[in-house]
Every structure is written in C-alpha cells, then in structure tokens.
C-alpha cells in the first residue's frame, strides 16, 4: 500500500530558528515528490522535486530529494512568524491514466515572536 | 493563481440528505481530483477524473460518486448525507502530461466547507 509519512507531527520554534521537515516515502511507480504550505485555505505549492531536479531552493526554504532513503526534507531558515502553517508533502505517482498525488498527515510549524 | 472555483463555500445540511459540490476550472487540465481533509488524516482521495467521463476511485470513496460531463467540470455527490461526511472538500486539478515530467504541479481550489448536523 503506497504510504507518505512526515515528522514531527509539530513543532514549535522561535523566530530566528532553522527547521527541517522530513517526509518518507512507500510507492510505486514513482513521479514526483511536492511539497505545499497550508494556512487557514487550500494548500500552495512550494517545490516540486523528480529524479532530474532533486534539490530546489527559494529564499530562506530549500528542499532535498533522496531517491535512495526514498525521502525529502525541507528546511526553512531564519523563520518569522509567517511561515506559521501547516507543511505537507505529496508524492505523486502512478502509469498512464492512473496518476494518483499520495498526501502525507502533515507538519504544523508554529514560529514565536 | 490557477482558475479553479468551488460551489458552494460552505454548507450546512441534515443527514439522509444528498448533497453535490461543484468545482470548477478554466485552465483546461486533463486531471481532476476531490479530496477530504479531517483532523489527524491529511488530504485524502476520495474520486478522480483522468478525463472527460473517466473517473476512478481513490481511498475513501465509500458514500461518495463523481460525474464529469465536460473537461472544466467535476461533481461530488454525497448520496445521502452522513456526520462522517462532516468535512474540508477541496478539488485540484492537474495535467500530468507522461511526456513532459515536469507538468505534476498540482493546484487547489479554495475549499468546501460541509457539515452534515
């Protein structure tokens, strides 16, 4: 059964702090691995990561691939208060007709001022 | 901001009642997608569409059917509404063209909140 599973489930930093999020991954057929940033309305998109682009970054969040470990993690550092949010991470997969986006439970990040 | 719109927003309705969201898009991607959010459970699938009346079922399609009549539409129906429907709906959409590897983004609509009293 294709599984996503992140950590920690939450997590409570400081403004300033550098946080790494992880998300692992089960499936078969593999295409993509997503990561989006969710407030109080429908999820944004923040990364996208394949077997040709395994590490992106934009400003003070970046995102590493491991085909091998079969897992991503997501860093944001010098946090501020907004990026307060809920951070899930998608692996999409799947043949011709059948593609399916496997969605992970989710990481909460609340960053103090 | 990709050209999705879901009806209605919000929805309060009796159990034993059906029930049908709309979503839909202008960007003419071949890929639909309802799913729930619940507390604890993340984004999961309910139906899919990979075009214009080929739909599938994702994991929690139980009490759920869907309809696609035209590309730019996908309807959810709860038949007969239960508390355990009581949930965020949201719909995405994307293109998923197997030739062009980086075409997997996919985009959300702002959301359906249901209750089911």
């Known amino acids: 059964e294709d599984k996503v599973v992140q950590s920690p489930l939450s997590l409570v930093v400081h403004e300033g702090d550098t946080v790494t999020l992880n998300c692992s991954y089960e499936?078969?057929?593999?295409?993509?691995l997503l990561w989006y940033k969710q407030e109080k309305k429908a999820p944004t998109f923040l990364f996208m990561l394949?077997?040709?682009?395994i590490e992106k970054k934009s400003g003070r969040l970046s995102s590493i691939l491991d085909k091998k470990e079969l897992s991503s993690i997501l860093n944001i550092t010098a946090t501020q208060t907004g990026d307060s949010a809920i951070y899930l991470c998608?692996?999409?997969?799947?043949?011709?007709?059948?593609?399916?986006?496997?969605f992970g439970t989710g990481t909460r990040l609340k960053v103090l001022a | 901001d990709a050209g999705i719109t879901q009806s209605p927003r919000h929805k309060v309705t009796e159990t034993g009642t059906p029930v049908t969201l709309r979503c839909h898009q202008t960007?003419?991607?071949?890929?639909m997608y309802w799913y729930r959010q619940d507390p604890g459970h993340g984004l999961r699938l309910i139906h899919y569409?990979?075009?214009?009346?080929?739909?599938d079922k994702g994991e929690v399609s139980d009490g759920y059917s869907v309809s696609r009549s035209k590309t730019e539409d996908f309807l959810l129906t709860l038949e007969s509404a239960t508390s355990s429907q009581t949930s965020v709906y949201f719909c995405?959409?994307?293109?998923?063209?197997?030739?062009?590897?980086?075409?997997?983004?996919?985009?959300f609509g702002p959301g359906t909140r249901l209750t089911v009293l």
């Open positions: 960007e003419n991607h071949r890929y």
């Open positions: 569409s990979y075009g214009v009346k080929d739909t």
């Open positions: 995405a959409i994307s293109e998923s063209n197997p030739g062009l590897a980086d075409y997997n983004e996919q985009f």
């Open positions: 499936v078969t057929n593999f295409r993509s």
């Open positions: 394949t077997s040709s682009g």
């Open positions: 998608a692996v999409h997969r799947g043949t011709s007709g059948t593609y399916k986006y496997i």
